[in-house]
């Protein structure tokens, strides 16, 4: 048996050369999968169900996809819609799909595969002891579980059933990045160690080739091995390449989770084919005891304005360390004496970060007892409102560039700013408040799932 899969790009919107897909479609997949969303870039998508990148450059790679599908008559399978992979994802998703079957003249079976969660369901798991955390998890109670949007993360079970139910495109909310392509070698009774394997491999398209890129590979997924090639001449694949990108995204160097099990890479092994191919035996995969849905949550936490400006004063870097907390007193004591305590001064957070010095180890930094000549500094308020965080912001970024330096007679400036005014609003910010599982009855109960033809 072999089942070819074509993963074209990491993710639906990043691009990927035509002539690329092209080639895979020459090849003739069983199955076009692609991953459209992540929690890379942080809680803002999934508190807005806003997607990252831009409807223009979504609807670009769809419209690629979905001829490319009708072309092959093979399932296309995309996953974590609308980058977080809300409900809003979904839709947005499936109304580009229905404006493109319209220009290009396309008819397909549409399956929408919901993964939002609603409060009261939430309410009723946490309740029963549903939800368990995982490590490290914050700390959470019935308001942090219902006061946040919530999806759970699906394995390949739904997307299975509406492949077997007669869809030909399907469009999932948040979903395993690898659940989407083992799903149909999955249904098809692939060896389960190599089809999560071969999974894991391609989750990101071309990320793994040399050099990576907003590309594609091809996979044929045989009963003993599978064989990955990238699907632009000008990249290659060896073995090392490919085996690194177990280690993406990844806590374990062998261990990969997911809902249903344990992906184990331990006996896994690379051969180079050629200069471009490389084929993988070996994996294992662990049926778990528990199956479990990953929850990922975000809510809104305040709103922001951030100044951005530099220091070449090594005086006046010398003294930060004991200036900023000092600032800090002060501007607490200012928050009262401005809004004649109508705000409190423990609702606004003001942060300093120093790059150049700290700003992304902390302290880990090994070498942050350096000497340093030059900083950037990120001053970020936040506060309950917008008109809090500028209101505060203003008086911090004056006085943060009129510090008072010891050793220096008279004022002295300290921060430069590049732009004017140096305050910025970036507007609503959001946290991520979970980082959990919950255990269902089954694989479906967590998940709708809505059929619809699809015709020009």
Request: net charge negative; charged share 20%; proline share 8%.
């Amino acid at each position: 048996m072999e089942i070819r899969i074509l993963a074209p790009t990491g993710a639906l919107g990043a691009g990927f050369p035509a002539a690329s897909l092209e080639r895979g479609v020459a090849m003739k997949p069983h199955v076009i999968a692609c991953d459209a969303g992540s929690t890379d870039s942080g809680p803002f998508y999934l508190g807005t169900g806003e997607p990252k990148l831009s409807r223009a450059a979504v609807r670009r790679d769809l419209k690629l996809l979905l001829k490319a599908r009708d072309t092959l008559n093979v399932p296309l399978i995309i996953g974590s819609c609308g980058t977080s992979g809300r409900d809003e994802g979904v839709d947005l998703v499936a109304e580009l799909a229905r404006e493109i079957a319209a220009e290009e003249n396309l008819s397909f079976k549409l399956a929408l595969i919901y993964s939002g969660q609603d409060p009261v369901s939430l309410a009723e798991r946490y309740a029963a002891g549903d939800i368990r955390p995982l490590d490290p998890a914050p700390s959470i109670d019935l308001e942090t579980v219902t006061g946040s949007h919530v999806v759970a993360m699906m394995g390949v079970e739904p997307i299975e059933r509406a492949v077997t139910e007669g869809a030909d495109v399907i469009l999932a909310g948040r979903a395993s990045d690898t659940a989407l392509f083992a799903a149909l070698p999955h249904l098809l009774g692939a060896d389960p160690g190599l089809t999560w394997h071969m999974a894991k491999t391609v989750e990101c398209g071309a990320a793994c080739a040399i050099p990576p890129g907003a590309d594609g590979l091809l996979v044929r997924l045989r009963d003993d091995h599978f064989d990955v090639e990238p699907l632009n001449p000008a990249t290659r694949l060896t073995p090392h390449s490919v085996a690194a990108h177990t280690l993406y995204e990844n806590a374990h160097p062998h261990r990969v989770v997911e809902p249903s099990g344990v992906l184990d890479t331990t006996r896994a092994s690379y051969t180079a084919l050629d200069d471009r191919t490389v084929r993988v035996t070996g994996a294992e995969y662990h049926e778990a005891d528990t199956y479990t849905i990953k929850l990922e949550g975000a809510r809104l936490v305040g709103h922001q304005t951030i100044a951005v400006g530099g220091i070449r004063d090594r005086v006046v870097i010398k003294h930060l360390p004991k200036l900023l907390p000092m600032a800090q007193d002060f501007f607490r004591a200012k928050i009262l004496d401005v809004f004649g305590g109508e705000v409190n001064p423990d609702d606004v957070d003001i942060d300093y970060r120093l790059y150049g010095q700290d700003a992304v180890l902390g302290p880990l930094d090994p070498q942050r007892f350096d000497e340093v000549h030059e900083l950037g500094v990120l001053i970020t308020v936040t506060a309950p409102t917008q008109e809090i965080a500028h209101a505060v912001s203003t008086f911090v970024a004056h006085i943060s560039s009129h510090l008072p330096i010891p050793g220096y007679d008279g004022l002295a400036s300290t921060i430069a700013y590049p732009f004017s005014p140096p305050e910025t609003d970036r507007g609503p910010v959001y946290q991520f408040t979970l980082n959990h599982v919950a255990v269902p009855a089954d694989p479906f109960e967590m998940f709708r799932t809505v059929h619809q033809e699809v015709a020009p």
